[in-house]
Structure formats: structure tokens, C-alpha cells
């Protein structure tokens, strides 16, 4: 079965640093990948995606990922983190022959000024 | 904004008691997607439906229930409420083709409190 597993529940960073979430995920083929932020009592918006071809994906917000096949790993990364950035980070895994999206538990950013 | 909108933004209601969620998917969206998010379930998918017609199934409880309309709204019917279906409900959107069925739109969600 998929799953997804972000280890980090928390990570706090100082305003202007740089940013690495980190996502594993089981699958047994190639996945589609996304990675979603929920800002407080707001909805999910989606940074950006993973489906094929070039394994290094921007997004909106200055978000870029990168698909490592032979890590499992779909990590978001941003090299100069802004205090509008806190919010949780939720990265999902969807197969071809499902259309539901798997998500991971979440790793809850807060940015310090 | 995603363009998917849900009503009620909030909504209390007691044990035992039944609410209907609303839905309505981006202008042109045919598959709609209901997630329940709890602290103790985290994100969890509940039912899909395109086009009118229930397309996937997930982790949804006999006591839930959905539909699609021929307008493509779509409505989750949560009866005999408990103190456990206190959750933040989602509704997604996507277009319904093979590839971009996954990249989905999610309205801003339904604060259920059942008490």
C-alpha cells in the first residue's frame, strides 16, 4: 500500500534561511508527487507537483522539490525562508490506478524574525 | 482563492444529530473529492465522485454518505453524529482526465463540532 511519512512534525527557522522539507514515500512504481501548505483555518493550496520528466520541480512561492527515485524522497526546499511561510507543509503520493491523494501527517513550520 | 467553495464554513450540532456538508468544484471540474482532517486521523480521503457517479471510495463511515449532482455540486450527508466526526471537512476539485485527476483544488473547508 502507498504511504507517505514526513519525519519532521516541527521545524523552526530565523526569517531569511534556508528551507529542506523532507517526505519519503512507498510506493512500488513511479508516483505522482505534491507538496500542499495549509496556512491557519485555511484551506490546502498546492506549491507544486511531481508527475514525470524532470526530476528538479518549481513551484509557486519560490518552493522547488526534488523527486530522488532512489531515495524514495520528494524533499521541499526554499533558500530564503519569509515569516509568511509558516504554516504546515503536507507532501501526498497518488498512484495511476487510484485518484485518491495519500498525505503524509505534516511538518508545521514557524519562521522567527 | 482555488475556485471551490463549501457551506457551512461552520458548523455545531449535537450527538446523534445529521448535517449535510455543501460543495461546489471549480467551473469545469467533473470529479469532487471529500477529505476529513482530525488531529488524530490526519488527512484522511473519504469518497470521489465524477461526473455524477461515485468513483473511489476511501476510509468514509457507513453513517456518511455523498452524492453529485447533475450540476456537479456535491453534498456530505454525516448522520448519527458522535463526538469523533468532529473534524475539518475538504472538498477537492479536478478536471477528471487520466493525468490531471491528481492535481486537485481544495475549497477552504467545513469546521464540524459535534458536542
Known amino acids: 500500500a502507498q504511504s507517505v511519512t514526513q519525519p519532521d512534525i516541527h521545524i523552526t527557522v530565523s526569517e531569511g534561511a534556508s528551507l529542506e522539507l523532507r517526505c519519503n514515500y512507498s510506493y512500488g512504481a513511479t508516483p505522482y508527487l505534491f507538496w500542499y501548505v495549509q496556512s491557519p483555518g485555511q484551506g490546502l493550496q498546492l506549491l507544486l507537483k511531481y508527475f514525470s520528466g524532470d526530476t528538479l520541480v518549481q513551484g509557486i512561492k519560490g518552493f522547488e522539490a526534488e523527486f530522488k527515485r532512489s531515495q524514495s524522497s520528494f524533499n521541499l526546499r526554499k533558500p530564503s525562508v519569509h515569516w509568511s511561510d509558516a504554516a504546515e507543509y503536507f507532501c501526498a503520493v497518488a498512484t495511476y490506478n487510484t485518484d485518491k491523494l495519500i498525505f503524509g501527517t505534516g511538518t508545521r513550520l514557524q519562521v522567527f524574525p | 482563492d482555488s475556485g471551490v467553495t463549501q457551506t457551512p464554513k461552520h458548523l455545531i450540532t449535537a450527538t446523534g444529530q445529521r448535517v449535510t456538508l455543501r460543495c461546489s468544484p471549480r467551473s469545469g471540474d467533473l470529479s469532487v473529492y471529500w477529505y476529513q482532517q482530525s488531529l488524530d486521523q490526519g488527512l484522511q480521503f473519504l469518497i470521489q465522485?465524477?461526473?455524477?457517479?461515485?468513483?473511489a471510495k476511501g476510509n468514509i463511515l457507513e453513517r456518511f454518505s455523498a452524492q453529485q449532482f447533475p450540476d456537479l455540486h456535491s453534498e456530505l450527508n454525516l448522520s448519527s453524529l458522535e463526538l469523533g466526526d468532529s473534524a475539518l471537512y475538504f472538498c477537492a476539485s479536478s478536471p477528471g482526465g487520466v493525468v490531471s485527476s491528481y492535481e486537485q483544488y481544495f475549497g477552504p473547508g467545513t469546521r464540524l463540532t459535534v458536542t
Open positions: 465522485y465524477y461526473n455524477g457517479e461515485e468513483r
